[in-house]
């Protein structure tokens, strides 16, 4: 059984960035038994509105300046003694770099760097998998320019090593298709533009920096575990029964697949994972098997795992607080949820109408139709009476100027993402940059 949290000993908690729906949905998993404090440049986002937050401080984007969030972050930390650091999001990649001089101001849950780049950088993850004999889509990692147009077997889909939200996944048709997902890279449309200038120098040694995958069969799924000195202490999996415009789950439906599981423990043991991950996989019903596209180093959106019966969230907390846990089962198999005005946004970034937009907003208040026996996983009135500022804030723009949409995602990704740029320069860093900027001198 999992050890309780003591109900007298009300953590107080720094979240890394509050505009994620990751951190939003962590918010209800956390919220009322825990003090929570957020860090994010927009003084707008999600998060802020909600009365589960006591304060908001402002930080840069990490994308732009890595070193200047870790002084701010590390100012905080000496400001005010937290309980707990909680990595909601791709933060994790450049905490990872500091995390024994973190360890020393809080409780944070992290691998060692060399972990978390491998499952941050896809073509290392790839490589992990073939390794450790584990099934993924047939892949191509490039190793040179010539080798990517040489490439002839289409449909497939063309990846950047680092890329988040969707961003850096292409999906080509042809040759033509593919030629101009590369020129969009190269012009920094979504994610930095010396990703695939990388790709022409892996020739002279540098690591492969994309990689070529063929479409897998089945459904796309999603397992997310915590784990604790490489032994899994918690899990949860889902199926999307709806995917977005670029592709990441706006609705889905809690499972329990022991197969999958016991992959996703091999390679948690193999790196010695210490903290959250969650693997993408896709899982074929007619054959009862699963291959992986890419795992990441974070927790991901909780509240379907919630609703099931298992608060990773919160086993994350006691992770972080060096609790020994014995491992959780699975939740209940068949919990519905939905992504509220992540659908809105999904709608208008394919091209849909406002009419679309409006029948969308109308089931989803009436709990119809596709909502049917849903519940909203980011606008929740009854817990969080405040969440329904955001989605209102969404809708509006949604119906007065879909095309909004693109610019919204865009804006609030920028502030959370680790684009491949950044994520160079916070690999490049010495530790005597990271920690002379942790420490604030």
């Not at 609703?307 to 060096?322: C, P, T, Y």
């Not at 809105?344 to 937009?357: H, K, N, P, T």
């Not at 049917?372 to 509006?396: G, Q, Y």
């Not at 804006?411 to 994520?423: F, K, L, N, R």
Request: glycine share 8%; charged share 20%; net charge neutral.
């Amino acid at each position: 059984m999992q050890e309780k949290s003591d109900p007298k000993a009300r953590y107080k908690i720094l979240l890394t960035e509050g505009s994620s729906t990751s951190a939003r949905q962590t918010l209800y998993a956390l919220g009322g038994r825990y003090t929570i404090d957020v860090l994010d440049p927009n003084p707008l986002c999600q998060c802020r509105f909600s009365k589960f937050v006591r304060h908001w401080y402002r930080c840069p984007p990490i994308s732009v300046d890595p070193e200047q969030y870790l002084r701010v972050l590390g100012t905080r930390l000496r400001a005010e003694s937290y309980d707990v650091l909680f990595p909601t999001h791709e933060q994790a990649y450049l905490l990872a770099r500091v995390r024994h001089q973190l360890q020393r101001l809080t409780g944070v849950a992290l691998p060692a760097f060399e972990a978390i780049d491998t499952l941050q950088d896809k073509a290392k993850f790839s490589q992990l998998l073939t390794e450790l004999g584990m099934p993924q889509p047939e892949t191509k990692i490039i190793s040179s320019s010539s080798d990517l147009w040489r490439h002839e077997t289409f449909p497939c889909f063309l990846k950047l090593a680092h890329g988040t939200a969707g961003s850096g996944v292409a999906y080509a048709k042809n040759f033509g298709e593919m030629s101009r997902a590369v020129e969009r890279w190269r012009k920094g449309q979504g994610t930095a533009e010396a990703e695939t200038e990388e790709s022409e120098g892996c020739s002279t040694g540098q690591s492969p920096r994309m990689l070529i995958q063929q479409p897998a069969r089945g459904t796309l799924s999603i397992l997310q575990a915590v784990f604790q000195h490489g032994h899994i202490v918690g899990w949860h999996d889902a199926s999307a029964s709806e995917q977005a415009a670029e592709g990441a789950p706006v609705a889905r439906v809690s499972t329990g697949r022991e197969s999958v599981l016991q992959d996703v423990a091999k390679l948690g043991a193999a790196l010695r994972w210490h903290g959250a991950l969650f693997f993408e996989y896709f899982f074929d019903e007619t054959s009862g098997t699963h291959q992986f596209l890419e795992a990441n180093p974070r927790i991901g959106e909780t509240l379907n795992a919630t609703l099931a019966g298992v608060n990773l969230a919160d086993l994350l907390v006691q992770v972080s607080r060096d609790v020994p846990i014995d491992r959780v089962n699975a939740g209940a198999i068949g919990v519905r949820s939905h992504q509220g005005f992540t659908n809105l946004l999904s709608i208008a970034r394919r091209g849909g109408s406002r009419l679309e937009v409006a029948t969308d907003l109308f089931h989803g208040f009436r709990g119809s139709d596709r909502f049917f026996k849903s519940e909203n996983e980011l606008t929740r009135m009854k817990e969080d009476w405040m969440s329904i500022i955001p989605a209102a804030a969404v809708s509006l723009a949604m119906l007065v100027v879909p095309k909004a949409s693109h610019r919204m995602v865009s804006g609030t990704v920028g502030g959370y993402s680790v684009p491949p740029g950044a994520a160079r320069r916070i690999s490049a860093l010495g530790a005597s940059e990271l920690e002379t900027a942790l420490s604030g001198v």
